[in-house]
């Protein structure tokens, strides 16, 4: 265990992937003695939840599912645990004063509650790609208005944090994020066309939530994440690279003036991007595996291919028109993504359908608020369900 001072933490999706790896990691980090627990939420896994928060001595459990809320409250019933539900409670949560707040919620459900942690000044460990991709300048705003630090925990953006040196950052030519290639990286587009629900959720290296998994394998993780990047770093769309590198030991890369690049690089754990966060800016001691390089032996390189994986193309796109259209990107993306997750439509036409509505919402303006945001989001997910009827 390493001696560290005590912070209040709450962890917003702790019953998730990221949820539960955090736990993890401060039970490792020591647990209570560490760590105050505030408030965790879930959605549906109740018995998850309210063993999570009597395990941590959870102040607040809060469910996003109102009609689960009775089910919570009897879980709890005699604890002296706190529970809440639905919208207003995801932010009575995010409010409840902990100095560092999880954001590990899936998708645009995410971006309410960790506003509304930024705004009062908490510091951000950011799983949520959709607060970036969706509302960048807005969230980045939030941020710097409640003066909290933002603290990076998808792998990618982690690596290039811990490698970006801060008084050179007018130095920086490009970063280049690393991508797996999924399992799909192989595949013609034909083979793509009728892949199942079962062969897309199954990632080659990284265990993660099912929704992920599934960005993974048409690549629209890497263009949320090339999106995230610009806004997280600052860059031109230009500066923002992808190489497929089918190890996932490399976890990103910053390339600087001078020619030199400086990678992060670690076996595919999040508990260290979890862990990195959670200590920044020390480094605790993680149970995660050590690489051994001789094991190893190679690590291998590909350029993407965007005629089979149209989601790089379309970040660019989203990147380079900027305004909304990462929150118009996101949400055609998120219902296409369901409708595949439920069997109504095919791997290949999540892409179409989301170049479709992009295409078609081309013309919104800039939003200048967090509603002109939603506004967007909701316009997306209405043109991409018309589409896909
Ligand atoms: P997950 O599906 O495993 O967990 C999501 C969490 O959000 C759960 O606690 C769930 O109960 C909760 N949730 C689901 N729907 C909700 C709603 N409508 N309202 C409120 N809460 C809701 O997802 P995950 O893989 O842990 O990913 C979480 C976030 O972190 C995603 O944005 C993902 O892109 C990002 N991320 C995940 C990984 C990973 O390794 N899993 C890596 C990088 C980034
Ligand atoms: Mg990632």
Redesign the pocket.
């Known amino acids: 265990m390493t001696s560290i001072e005590k912070r209040s933490i709450s962890i917003l999706?702790?019953?998730?992937?990221?949820?539960t790896n955090t736990l993890d990691v401060v039970r490792h980090l020591g647990g209570r003695e560490a760590f105050d627990m505030v408030a965790l939420?879930?959605?549906?896994?109740i018995a998850l939840l309210a063993e999570q928060a009597i395990g941590h001595g959870a102040r607040l459990a809060v469910t996003?599912d109102e009609s689960q809320y009775i089910a919570l409250k009897d879980a709890l019933s005699g604890t002296g645990i706190e529970v809440a539900a639905g919208q207003s409670g995801?932010l009575e949560a995010a409010e409840a004063e902990a100095q560092v707040v999880m954001a590990?919620?899936?998708?645009t459900?995410?971006l309410a509650p960790t506003l509304a942690a930024a705004r009062r000044g908490a510091d951000i460990a950011l799983?949520?790609?959709?607060c970036l991709v969706s509302a960048g300048d807005l969230f980045l705003g939030a941020i710097r208005q409640g003066g909290g630090r933002l603290l990076p925990?998808?792998?990618e953006h982690n690596a290039i944090f811990q490698v970006l040196e801060e008084n050179q950052r007018h130095a920086v030519e490009r970063v280049i994020l690393t991508a797996s290639g999924g399992p799909f990286r192989t595949f013609s587009r034909s083979q793509m066309a009728d892949v199942t629900l079962e062969t897309a959720r199954t990632h080659p290296n990284?265990s993660?939530?099912?929704?992920?998994s599934i960005d993974s394998a048409s690549m629209f993780n890497k263009a949320l994440e090339m999106i995230e990047a610009k806004h997280l770093f600052n860059l031109t769309p230009d500066q923002v690279e992808v190489i497929v590198h089918p190890q996932s030991i490399i976890h990103s890369m910053v390339g600087y003036a001078d020619g030199s690049v400086l990678a992060q690089l670690g076996a595919p754990d999040?508990r260290h991007a979890i862990g990195y966060a959670l200590q920044y800016p020390r480094r605790a001691q993680l149970p995660v595996e050590r690489l051994d390089f001789a094991k190893l032996a190679r690590l291998d390189f590909e350029a993407p291919d965007e005629t089979r994986f149209p989601a790089l193309r379309l970040a660019r796109m989203a990147m380079v028109r900027g305004g909304v259209q990462g929150a118009v990107l996101n949400g055609a993306k998120e219902v296409s993504l369901e409708a595949f997750i439920s069997g109504t439509t095919g791997f290949l036409t999540m892409a179409e359908v989301t170049e479709a509505v992009m295409e078609e919402l081309a013309h919104l303006p800039p939003a200048t608020t967090m509603d002109e945001v939603f506004e967007a989001d909701a316009e997306a997910r209405r043109a991409a369900r018309r589409l896909l009827d």
Request: no cysteine; glycine share 24%.
């Open positions: 999706g702790s019953t998730g992937s990221i949820g939420t879930g959605a549906g896994n996003a995801l590990a919620i899936v998708g459900a995410g799983a949520n790609k959709e925990v998808d792998s990284w993660m939530g099912l929704k992920i999040m």
